[in-house]
């Protein structure tokens, strides 16, 4: 029942994921009422292979996370629910974020060890892709928790992305040890000690796009800033790049002769292409949507989260917090 296109756009986003995933199933979440008539229209979804899950009320996008908590019959909570009790396997929403997180989290409480979420999102680089957390889901960090960071982000890489022995980057004013706050100093030691992880020391801003790293780790609260201002800073340019060429007519002409690596350019910016970023650290796999995210970029987080079931993420998840107990023992007491 979230996002800004409206419930039209998501069950679409389900049925392309359906035609494109024959191991797939979907439950949708919200007011019976508005979703039966859109399954079985024009374009209905394949028999057998969705149910509807009737929930009376739906969360704004204004409201606040304690303000949903309220809302026990809202369809973020009935999803969340689902997953709990076993008759689904994941969740997407393209809702109220702070709703899907606060929602998530009480019902599915936090993997063992570790203490706060994190939301993960791919960035282009110039050697393919960096996974790049959190992007808001914790904006106050201790040491420990960009430790647990690094550890999801490194296995979204291995396991999701097919990236083998991902490179870690800290995210900091400067490459050397020595530059940052008390926190990354910190973080920076224990990473240095880490076992089965790849870290390659402090990432600039700039090293975030270079491929340099394969994952990159922040707050949320830096992180949600970094990726809205790439976001708006992507979207300016292809706006001014539009404008150029559409200035005369020689360079109306080349942007014809271009328009096949200009395609290209876009589909690899293009947040609909990864569907959603994952809601990592929980005893449950949620993928949240952007808000204006349309039903391609529906259908696709839909993979992500069916990618995450078979790939067995926060088993590997558990596994390598294990791994590393001995650090994470040591900046509990610092």
């Known amino acids: 029942m979230g996002g800004d296109n409206g419930s039209a756009c998501l069950v679409q986003g389900a049925r392309l994921a359906l035609l494109e995933n024959p191991d ?23 028999e057998g292979r969705f149910e509807i899950a009737h929930a009376s009320e739906a969360v704004d996008m204004r409201a606040t996370a304690k303000e949903s908590l309220r809302m026990k019959d809202s369809s973020i909570a009935v999803a969340a629910r689902l997953v709990k009790d076993g008759q689904a396997m994941g969740l997407v929403s393209a809702g109220n974020t702070g709703a899907a997180k606060a929602s998530t989290l009480m019902t599915w409480r936090p993997l063992p060890g570790i203490h706060r979420p994190a939301i993960a999102t791919h960035l282009p680089t110039r050697k393919g892709h960096c996974i790049f957390l959190d992007i808001g889901a914790t904006v106050d960090c201790k040491p420990r928790n960009l430790i647990h960071f690094a550890i999801m982000g490194s296995v979204y890489a291995r396991e999701i992305a097919g990236i083998q022995n991902p490179r870690i980057g800290l995210l900091s004013i400067g490459e050397e040890q020595s530059k940052g706050t008390e926190v990354t100093f910190e973080t920076y030691e ?15 801003g700039r090293d975030i796009l270079s491929g340099e790293f394969d994952v990159v780790v922040t707050d949320g609260f830096t992180g949600n800033i970094v990726l809205k201002f790439a976001e708006s800073l992507a979207g300016w340019m292809m706006d001014e790049f539009k404008a150029m060429l559409a200035s005369n007519p020689l360079t109306a002409l080349a942007g014809l002769l271009i328009k096949p690596q200009a395609r290209r350019l876009r589909k690899k910016i293009d947040y609909t292409e990864y569907g959603g970023a994952p809601l990592l650290g929980l005893n449950g796999i949620c993928i949240i949507c952007h808000g204006r995210s349309n039903a391609r970029a529906i259908g696709n987080a839909l993979k992500v989260a069916k990618d995450f079931v078979k790939h067995d993420v926060n ?20």
Request: no cysteine.
């Open 24 to 46: 797939l199933e979907v439950v949708l979440v919200g007011d019976r009422g508005v979703l039966q008539p859109l399954v079985s229209g024009p374009s209905p979804l394949p």
């Open 315 to 334: 088993v590997h998840i558990r596994e390598d917090i294990e791994l590393n107990s001995h650090i994470l023992n040591e900046s509990k007491m610092s």
């Open 190 to 204: 224990l990473l240095s000690r880490a076992k089965h992880l790849n870290f390659g020391g402090n990432a600039e």
